[in-house]
């Protein structure tokens, strides 16, 4: 099955400025979902996306963060104005299935590091 | 209480050895259970989901006990390339959203 595909890999930026993370899925799959991971800290869920719309989010996910599917393939995450504290491996993930099917887990990325200084 | 709760480790063992990992979750209407594994600084891979009736892949055995919101995972005759983060998952509702516990370091030494 065809892996997830991040970009950047890796990404530093000053604070206050503005980072798009893009994740390239599976063009018929509807669900998809970004997590994060604070070096040393457990995997956390931010947001997830159904046809076009965001379904669920987190605490997380305030009003500095945007999800986008421009182009029906790219998924994007943004986030407006980078704190110290968003320093972390952003996973984009998409279900095993064209569903959510969550039985059957699902499929991450390779990640992105974004390193805030 | 931590939503998904896990002994961090490490977990040091020979080669060849039998090692078990627990997790315990906090939700009782969690759906759907995971354990994935991660390597340092890469994505969380999924292992194995895991049935109420158990399940067996090879050399790991996944358990879940719903009346004690329990999970299991038991690795027999570990190999170097086991050594890892395996990290414990649950879902519930209908999003799709996962719950990471911290996960239990293992480290498999020759």
């Known amino acids: 099955e065809p892996e997830v595909t991040q970009t950047p890999s890796h990404q530093v930026t000053q604070m206050g400025q503005e980072v798009i993370l893009r994740c390239v899925p599976i063009s018929n799959h509807l669900y998809f979902y970004w997590y994060r991971q604070i070096l040393g800290q457990k995997v956390e869920f931010l947001v997830s996306f159904y046809n076009n719309e965001i379904s669920e989010k987190s605490e997380i996910f305030d009003d500095q963060f945007s999800v986008e599917r421009p182009d029906g393939s790219n998924f994007t995450l943004k986030i407006r104005s980078t704190k110290l504290e968003d320093s972390a491996m952003y996973f984009c993930a998409r279900g095993k299935t064209t569903g959510p099917q969550v039985n059957y887990g699902y499929t991450f990325g390779s990640g992105t590091r974004l390193t805030v200084v | 209480r931590k939503e998904v709760e896990q002994d961090p480790g490490p977990f040091n063992v020979p080669e060849g050895a039998t090692v078990a990992f627990n997790c315990t979750y906090s939700?009782?209407?969690?759906?759907?259970f995971f354990w994935y594994r991660q390597d340092c600084r890469k994505e969380p891979k999924l292992l194995m989901s895991v049935y109420s009736s158990g399940n067996e892949d090879g050399r790991f055995t996944a358990q879940l006990n719903r009346a004690s919101q329990y999970i299991s995972l038991l690795i027999r005759d570990s190999k170097l390339s086991d050594s890892a983060t395996y990290l414990c998952v649950v879902n519930y509702g209908n999003t799709g959203k996962l719950i990471f516990g911290q996960g239990t370091t293992l480290q498999v030494k020759p």
């Open positions: 939700n009782s209407a969690s759906q759907s």
